[in-house]
């Protein structure tokens, strides 16, 4: 649901947490000595990995899906997505009693497909297209045409994006003398929305985005100040190969402080680190602001850092430290 507000603001983000209270998880905040030892810094892990469909999109999705009126609501709710905003569409669309309509890529994880038909109700239908962000907005928009169903963006929405930054008003909450939060950057509803979240509550903090090198679209359209499309990204973070929108570029230049990159190397060798000494299930996607840190491309000495771990969706049987495993990629 598109907001008509042009831009997201702490009333959205207020209204938001209000309305998702009791249909999502508050999820925990975890630390490891090791870690800390090894970055230098004090590092706070928010696990939306924890969260309801294992990814923090729970938060966007149910928030718009509540925000509808009865009449939009009656008509349904339909959207394009590489699996954890599906997933999570499908599962708000069902705690309402509404249609879902989903659109996924051919190439989405089996874990990712097989998450939507578990969250989904009898009232979900998917579709399939080719792995192209052409294709998938084509798809979507011959659904509405047919359903008349409402458009609930993964990222370029309001509701959706106030939804995402609840995860930031937890952290504060949980950690409030936070020097720095970090936050993976695909669409940019959750790097958006939790920079607004963030310096409303905190304007000293310092917010900065972390995106793989093969999907460098948002560090681009940042350093040029207008959006630049990754045309053909090529990253094992699947949930981060979304072109950056309009509505979170807005909030993004405005309260953002950086956006780094990283390769899918060290997006894999931090996603290992992280189930190996935190004993926790990470995709690869949640791994991307870990792996800024340890592989040195931030640093962090003595400073209190938040790193928001977006989620823990992925196929068990092809990790990416096993071989054949690049079979993942586009």
């Not at 008003?169 to 993976?184: F, K, S, W």
């Not at 570029?249 to 780094?260: E, G, K, L, P, Q």
Request: aromatic share 4%; proline share 6%.
């Amino acid at each position: 649901m598109a907001d008509a507000s042009p831009e997201l603001s702490w009333n959205h983000i207020a209204e938001a947490r209000e309305r998702i209270a009791g249909k999502v998880n508050l999820t925990p905040v975890l630390t490891s000595a090791s870690l800390d030892a090894q970055s230098g810094a004090h590092l706070y892990f928010k696990c939306e990995n924890f969260q309801k469909c294992g990814a923090f999109k729970a938060r966007g999705a149910t928030n718009a899906v509540f925000a509808l009126s009865a009449e939009e609501a009656r008509r349904g709710v339909a959207t394009h997505s590489s699996g954890n905003h599906a997933a999570a569409l499908a599962r708000a669309a069902r705690l309402r009693g509404i249609p879902a309509y989903i659109v996924m890529p051919d190439n989405t994880p089996q874990v990712k497909r097989a998450a939507v038909a578990r969250y989904g109700g009898a009232q979900t239908q998917i579709s399939w297209c080719e792995p192209t962000l052409a294709a998938r907005e084509r798809a979507a928009r011959e659904i509405l045409a047919a359903t008349g169903a409402v458009l609930v963006h993964p990222y370029d929405d309001l509701a959706v994006m106030a939804g995402q930054a609840t995860a930031g008003v937890e952290l504060l909450e949980a950690v409030p003398d936070l020097d720095v939060i970090l936050c993976p950057v695909g669409g940019g509803g959750l790097l958006g929305g939790n920079a607004v979240a963030a310096k409303t509550l905190k304007p000293a903090i310092r917010v900065i985005g972390v995106e793989p090198a093969g999907a460098a679209d948002a560090a681009h359209s940042f350093r040029s100040g207008r959006i630049q499309p990754s045309l053909k990204p090529n990253t094992i973070a699947d949930g981060l190969r979304g072109t950056l929108g309009v509505r979170p570029f807005a909030a993004i230049r405005a309260r953002v402080d950086d956006i780094v990159t990283v390769p899918d190397e060290a997006i894999i060798a931090a996603m290992r680190q992280l189930w190996e000494v935190m004993k926790i299930i990470i995709e690869p996607s949640g791994a991307v602001p870990y792996a800024a840190i340890a592989s040195g491309v931030l640093s962090f000495p003595g400073q209190r850092v938040g790193l928001v771990l977006t989620g823990g969706n992925l196929d068990l049987d092809r990790l990416p430290w096993m071989t054949g495993a690049v079979a993942l990629r586009p």
